[in-house]
C-alpha cells in the first residue's frame, strides 16, 4: 500500500483520478524505457518514482482533449 505521496497530495496536482492514473503511467513508462536504454537499474519502482515526480512537481500533464467528440 503507497504511504507516500497521499492521493489527496496527488490530487492537488491534477484534475482527477483518471488524470492521475493516465500521468502516473505514462512516466513510468517512460522510466522503464530509459532504464533498459541506460541498463541502469532504478532503486525504487517506475510507478512510486513517477508519482512522486507528480506530488513534487516536476511531472506535469496537459490535457490535450476535453469530453466526446
Do not use: F, W
Amino acid at each position: 500500500m503507497m504511504n507516500r505521496p497521499s492521493l489527496d497530495e496527488l490530487m492537488t496536482k491534477v484534475d482527477s483520478r483518471y488524470s492521475l492514473v493516465v500521468a502516473a503511467a505514462k512516466r513510468a513508462r517512460m522510466l522503464t524505457e530509459e532504464e533498459i536504454k541506460n541498463n541502469q537499474p532504478l532503486k525504487v519502482k517506475p510507478v512510486t518514482l513517477a508519482l512522486e515526480e507528480i506530488a513534487n512537481g516536476s511531472v506535469t500533464y496537459r490535457r490535450t482533449r476535453s469530453g466526446p467528440k
